[in-house]
């Protein structure tokens, strides 16, 4: 799918051109004239939309970034509309001489035709031109986000970053002073605190043991535990008071964070108690829960082989350091 698109623009270019500066009918019927300039037209519109589907897999459209991607782009936004301005006024031009029983010949003799005709032919040609600048600037790999295969010990993602667009459309006495920059490291904060919430509460004793959890870490899965209900089962969620277990978090930036998330819909209340309240992402089920489950596993999986060889200091160095959260060793 990532090849057919800049080959669809290409194969509509092509067709662009054979039914645009090529095929033009001298003397046919106006119907047929009226059929050929609805493919002039589709054509171009073919190839913006396929150039746009090009353009939702920037990093630039992505974030709501409109104007770097218009000045980027420039003349491509500027020469399209001209292009298909001018293409409409030629055919109108046509269409109207041969509803007139008007000659091919003397259609030249229409005022401003001829005029119209070379305007509308040099600029059809610069418009190619922009289309196949516009596809070599796509493939610049600094205008996507970095793609890596996928890691079954990647964190999942509990709550998602904020574009800059939907971070504007947040009311000022929400939001309050804080930047998009900093409500974004507090997300990405948010998800590591829920990751490590469930691997505490995934672990068993003996994992725990073995990895050297603090009293710390074992207190608060106790209070993490008490939170667990029938509502929590099958959904990710934290409470506003784990807030205050990163540094990061304990903060300003963390309460408006919170404000921001919640305007936004993307947590909701799912429980209130006089001393907390839960917090869930209402489209994550359980996701995160589930990998924490599995790695756990992996950790178990490394107890149990250094059981086996009877040394467990040598298993505990293969467990993956960055799996355990703050205050497990």
């Given at each position: ?139 610049d ?36 002073s ?20 469930y ?49 990061q978090l ?23 108690t ?37 040394g ?18």
């Amino acid at each position: 799918m990532d090849r057919f698109t800049p080959v669809a623009v290409c194969v509509t270019l092509a067709l662009d051109i054979g039914f645009n500066s090529i095929l033009e009918p001298k003397e046919s019927h106006v119907s047929i004239v009226i059929l050929l300039t609805c493919l002039q037209v589709a054509m171009p519109l073919c190839t913006q939309v396929f150039l746009l589907v090009l353009f939702m897999r920037t990093r630039l459209l992505q974030l709501g970034n409109f104007r770097d991607l218009y000045k980027r782009f420039r003349p491509l936004f500027i020469i399209s509309p001209l292009h298909m301005a001018l293409l409409l006024a030629v055919r109108g031009y046509r269409i109207e001489a041969l509803a007139k029983d008007t000659p091919w010949v003397l259609t030249w003799d229409l005022n401003g035709f001829l005029a119209l005709y070379v305007v509308h032919k040099l600029v059809t040609v610069l418009f190619y031109f922009v289309c196949y600048q516009t596809l070599l600037g796509l493939g610049d790999p600094d205008l996507y986000f970095e793609r890596t295969a996928p890691d079954a010990d990647s964190f999942p993602e509990f709550a998602r970053q904020l574009a800059p667009r939907e971070f504007r459309s947040v009311p000022q006495i929400i939001r309050g002073s804080v930047a998009l920059e900093a409500v974004n490291e507090a997300v990405e904060e948010l998800n590591r605190l829920v990751v490590e919430k469930y691997q505490l509460l995934a672990a068993e004793p003996r994992e725990l043991q073995f990895l050297r959890a603090s009293e710390e870490a074992l207190e608060q899965r106790k209070a993490w535990e008490a939170q667990q209900g029938i509502d929590t089962h099958e959904i990710d969620c934290f409470a506003d008071t784990d807030l205050q277990i990163y540094p990061q978090l304990a903060g300003d930036v963390g309460r408006d964070m919170l404000q921001v998330l919640k305007h936004l819909n993307i947590i909701v209340a799912i429980r209130s108690t006089r001393t907390y309240t839960l917090y869930a992402n209402q489209d994550k089920k359980g996701e995160v829960q589930e990998w924490a489950k599995k790695a756990v596993a992996k950790i178990k999986d490394v107890r149990l082989a250094a059981q086996a060889k009877g040394g467990a200091q040598s298993g505990r160095s293969g467990a993956p350091p960055a799996q355990a959260a703050p205050g497990w060793r």
